[in-house]
């Protein structure tokens, strides 16, 4: 089993900049992909931003630019850094850790971006 929490999630006014950790713990090896998925009132889960165990990283395009995911593999973390916040940006942002094959979620953590 794999838990995943996160945090630093909060409210800022459209322009600001939060920066959201994920920290898995438990059976950590052969962890590989690790993600951002965010889930807005009334709208589908959608990715983010994920990363691949060899570093490659993929992010929605409403995020290009704005957005810059990191992962520290010796601390099985990954991070999320979020500039130029949207009020469009707002909703729970969870984060997934993907292990052989089975996919562990976080309890997600609210972003609130106000106009």
């Known amino acids: 089993q794999v838990q995943v929490v996160e945090s630093g999630g909060g409210w800022v006014q459209a322009g600001g900049s939060l920066r959201l950790s994920c920290a898995a713990s438990?059976?950590?090896?052969?962890?590989?992909?690790m993600g951002w998925y965010r889930q807005a009132p009334g709208k589908q889960r959608e990715l983010v931003a994920v990363i691949t165990s060899s570093g490659t990283i993929t992010y929605i395009n409403s995020v290009k630019g704005r957005f810059a995911s990191s992962r520290d593999n010796a601390k099985n973390s990954v991070y999320l850094q979020m500039n130029s916040l949207k009020p469009e940006d707002t909703a729970v942002y969870y984060c997934k850790v993907e292990r052989l094959g089975v996919h562990y979620w976080g309890q997600g953590t609210q972003v609130t971006v106000s106009s």
């Open positions: 438990g059976s950590i090896f052969s962890i590989s992909a």
